[in-house]
């Protein structure tokens, strides 16, 4: 009998995470990835995409939008912080500028890009299959002139290496008080709103959208402002050249 108990709730903790990662697309943080970095990597810009790799490290670490992305053993993963916890992304939700990463800014690339152009992404469709290549249909092209800029790096997290390095609910507080980019991939968001991380609060997000927010209320006061003027024109003419023949006549 504990034996088809332990058998039941196994089954039942499986289908629960199975549940939770074709919902939101990230399965749950603290997935061991094998990487166990001591600092902060350096991370370079990837020409003409809004990415950034890591060239001093053997491995396929990436900065998106925000998260930093790992490709590791066939799977994607995903953290707010360089050195995890690491939620498992599947490949149906990894994000399109992810995805076209060229095959030359992976530094331990597996041995089925061996062959690729290293300028261009990886045939994720052939590895991955025709059903992902359905589901992801042109993944593969865009208007090159109206990529993104890239998201800021979070280099705070510099000063937190070795035993400093916070807990998940630490790296909460820490972000929340220090980076305040929201992401714009709804994976990335998704993955904010399940470690729950703060989004922008409503007076900075007037701020950030400048002159755009305040025009609204301009157009109104000069509207009031002109409304408030004299009247002017043939009518208000008309009363002074009255108000100056009542004069002569006295």
């Given at each position: 009998m504990?034996?088809?108990?332990i058998v039941f709730c196994m089954l039942l903790g499986s289908m629960t995470s199975a549940v939770a990662q074709v919902s939101i697309g990230i399965g749950i943080p603290g997935v061991s990835i094998g990487i166990n970095m001591p600092l902060y990597p350096q991370l370079v810009a990837v020409p003409g995409y809004p990415v950034y790799y890591a060239p001093q490290l053997n491995s396929?670490?990436?900065?998106?939008d925000g998260m930093y992305w790992v490709y590791?053993?066939?799977?994607?993963?995903t953290s707010s912080w360089y050195n995890g916890p690491w939620g498992l992304v599947g490949p149906e939700f990894v994000p399109l500028y992810v995805l076209r990463i060229p095959v030359r800014y992976y530094r331990n690339p597996p041995g089925y890009f061996r062959g690729w152009r290293g300028d261009a992404p990886p045939r994720w469709g052939e590895h991955w299959g025709n059903d992902w290549e359905r589901q992801r249909n042109g993944w593969d092209r865009w208007n090159r002139r109206a990529t993104p800029a890239p998201a800021p790096l979070p280099r705070y997290q510099q000063r937190y290496s070795g035993e400093r390095y916070p807990q998940v609910e630490q790296q909460r507080s820490i972000q929340g008080q220090n980076y305040r980019y929201q992401p714009r991939d709804n994976v990335a968001r998704q993955h904010y709103q399940e470690q729950g991380l703060?989004?922008?609060?409503?007076?900075q997000q007037r701020s950030e959208q400048g002159g755009s927010a305040g025009q609204p209320h301009q157009r109104e006061s000069?509207?009031?402002e002109q409304r408030q003027r004299p009247?002017?024109?043939?009518g208000r003419e008309r009363e002074k050249g009255d108000e100056r023949g009542q004069e002569r006549n006295k």
């Open positions: 504990r034996y088809l108990w396929n670490f990436f900065f998106y590791q053993g066939d799977n994607w993963y703060p989004r922008a609060s409503a007076p000069a509207g009031q009247q002017q024109g043939p």
